[in-house]
């Protein structure tokens, strides 16, 4: 016999907090990022807990305009490619198009953290493959969550020009 009570028919599933790395650098990217918070608050299977402030940095490995940046924390019942997929249709629904890598895009979208799992599957790695050698993750994602963010990272990456985007931010 379990020792485990049987779930409850109807019970919800359980919450894992998890965070989404935004970024943008074509039309208004602020209003496109302001966008895909008010989406993903919207999307059933995601409760919106908090947002960081919006930075701005300059392309990576590439050229265009700055980027706005933030990170959103969530609660989320959705699995973890549910969760990629629900991000995939609000960067489609932004009308991204991907000519080329680093290309400009209009909204970027990446799961960076899903509670403490790793993950490694053909399209989805968590923690995000890339997000220690960004400060445009780090910045916001510690202001959100620094018990995520190891100093000596934030230090690695400390190079790296990045801003507010100006003084005022989301109900801008
Ligand atoms: P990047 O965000 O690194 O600039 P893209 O947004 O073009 O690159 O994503 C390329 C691919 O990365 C996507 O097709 C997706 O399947 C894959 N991917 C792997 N792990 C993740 C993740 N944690 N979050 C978002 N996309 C991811
Ligand atoms: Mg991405």
Known sequence: MSTHPAPQAGAPAPAVQAWVGLGANLGDPAAALRQAVRALAHTPGIRLLRTSSLYRSAPVDAGGPDYVNAVAEIATTLAPHALLAVLQALEQAA????PYRNAPRTLDLDLLLYGDQHIATPDLTVPHP???E????LRPLAELAPQQVPPAALQAVQDQA???WRPVGWAD
């Open 95 to 98: 009308g991204r198009e991907r």
């Open 130 to 132: 890339r997000m220690f």
């Open 162 to 164: 990045i801003g507010l």
């Open 134 to 137: 960004r400060a445009f993750v």
